[in-house]
């Protein structure tokens, strides 16, 4: 069976700093463009940040960059986010999801998808 478990989440004040870890089952990793995806009530979900090994590319929001860093470790089979210098605008549960996009940014090519985790960043 085809799992992304993701872990991490919590409630810190805004400066503070998270990391996300999302743990795959089921599938090599290495083969995928796998990442995070954060959903804030009322808002669309966005792209966060994505990284593919076969190609070394890796994707960061406007609103994230300099701040969030994404990795990946393929033999544990992990993708994490670093996320640092917080703010409130960052509270939003954050999903992982993998798939096989040609451009790291088309979005709706990501069909495996984690449970979400909850990110509160208050002020």
């Known amino acids: 069976e085809v799992q992304l478990q993701a872990s991490g989440g919590g409630s810190v004040q805004a400066g503070g700093s998270l990391r996300l870890s999302c743990a795959a089952s089921?599938?090599?990793?290495?083969?995928?463009?796998i990442g995070w995806f954060r959903q804030a009530p009322g808002k669309e979900r966005e792209g966060v940040s994505v990284?593919?090994?076969?190609?070394?590319?890796?994707y960061y929001g406007d609103s994230v960059k300099g701040r969030f860093t994404v990795s990946r470790d393929n033999a544990k089979r992990t993708v994490d986010l670093q996320m640092n210098n917080l703010k409130p605008e960052d509270t939003a549960v954050y999903y992982c999801?993998?798939?096989?996009?040609?451009?790291?940014?088309?979005?709706?090519?990501?069909?495996?998808w984690g449970q979400g985790t909850q990110v509160t960043v208050s002020s």
């Open positions: 999801a993998a798939g096989y996009p040609r451009l790291l940014t088309d979005w709706d090519l990501y069909d495996i």
């Open positions: 089921g599938l090599v990793i290495d083969d995928f463009a």
């Open positions: 990284i593919r090994s076969v190609d070394g590319t890796s």
